[in-house]
């Protein structure tokens, strides 16, 4: 039917202003924000006629086809002034009536907003964040030398035994020594390091561990000659790297990890001592490729995890945390099964798994403010809340831990082009959370205690203090949101 002067009219606000000028305006919901107009006038006439519609909201008059434009049907002649969505149709005219579109408009509105509020927790959307909510100068991370070592005269042994628990060098001498057929020699602290040389040597070459001990040349290629390197026989070898051990006997008497459970603690406490990390943290997960027997043997590695993604999935699997700014390891933490885990420190508090064995990795620094990046395993909401409880920051990647994060509202969200984004921020327990997602093939969703929205190029270039200005913000405060 034809549209009269005078009538009432809607459009999208895309076509009304363009996409980039309607996003600029109404941000994330101009996709969806609708415009409410009157028909000044008509040109044309049949199939070429034109509506010229007047949009009070924007002060915008365009002409526009019959097709782009839905008619807002009235029982009585009405007003010029258009009828903006958050006005009630009785307040604006005793006889206007929505049509079918404009009703399940709002229908649709009201359930978008219930997507808000998510177990408790309400979520609101917003046009970016600007302000770091993590006020703290990012700074590097070093070695804790001490006095023992001449700067100028380290060598690659001696950040080895720096990293290493070399406190326990002895005891394994003597823990090993215990474990030597009888009538051998006792295993010297020197004696360990060339096993321990050795096996690093082995990971570097293609031949048979026998043949390392070899004097013999062969044409371009030295002899190996292991025995002269190392100052070891290779029946001394192979002997000590049979009874090598790292606990006392009696330990592994219903501990079935034992055997390397002292090492492994013996490492993350050496890591606390001599290294101090960066202001960026990475926890993952980590496989140690084992082709020996598995927990179905008595003398197996207890627990064998299999990961097919991984390039060499069969083996120990260890959650671990990382410094970001050297990529040095600083915890390790053995997954000893199931029912283990579950028993663990913070599972009673927090009684998530991936919680809980995050705040475990970083509690060295508890209270640093240091900020915490991680993937799907460990990433939620609680994760992002209890670390803040401890006084540290977290990133994550959000997949399955939806509870209390706002995944379907996000998930209705239509993307117009790969790149969009949108932004929401809540606060629990009066900490500060964002929930971030952007368009790509799979949807990425992030959950976030710090950081900002704003382009790379903004915190490094003049342009953001322009942005800044823009959003109202004080430039004494990008200090807050920059590059160190």
Known sequence: MPLLVGD?????????????????????????????????ETQGTGRSVKYIVHFSEVAVSKAFSSRSLKHQATDEASSDAPIPPSISVEAASPTLTLSAEQQEQEVDNTLNANLLHCNGIEWKVVEGVVEDWRCMPKFGAHILWGNDVDEARRTPLDYWMMSFPSQMLADISIWTSNCLPQGSANAKEDEVLAVFGALYSLTRTSEGRRDLWSTT???????????????????????????????????????????????????NQRRVEKLYPGWQLCVDESVSSWRGKDGNCSDGMPHVTRIDRKPKGVGCELKDCADADTKVMLQLEIQEGAEVMVSKEYMA????????????????????????????????????????????????????????????YIDEVEFQELGDDITLTSSMEGHNIMAHAWGDKVRKCFVST???????????????????????????????????
């Open 450 to 484: 710090h950081s900002t929205t704003l382009p790379e190029n903004l915190l490094t270039s003049g342009d953001g203090e322009r942005y800044l200005m823009k959003m109202g913000m004080k430039l004494d405060r990008l200090k807050c949101i920059t590059k160190p």
């Open 217 to 267: 040349e062969d044409g371009l290629f030295p002899a190996p000659r292991f025995g002269e390197r190392y100052s070891l026989t290779r029946d001394r070898f192979e002997i000590l790297l049979r009874c090598l051990s790292f606990c006392p006997a009696h330990e592994a008497i219903g501990d079935k990890w034992a055997p390397v459970r002292r090492l492994i603690e013996g490492f």
């Open 349 to 408: 508090e927090y009684k998530l798994v991936g919680t809980a064995q995050l705040l475990r990795l970083t509690k060295p620094w508890h209270g640093s403010g240091r900020a915490v990046s991680a993937d799907s395993a460990f990433a939620s909401v609680a994760t992002a809340v209890a670390c803040r409880k401890n006084g540290i920051h977290f990133t994550g990647l959000v997949k399955t831990a939806t509870r209390m994060y706002p995944k379907k």
């Open 8 to 40: 009432r009219v809607s459009c999208s606000a895309d076509k009304v202003l363009g996409k980039k000028p309607a996003k600029q305006r109404f941000g994330r919901l101009s996709a969806t924000k609708e415009l409410y107009g009157v028909v000044q």
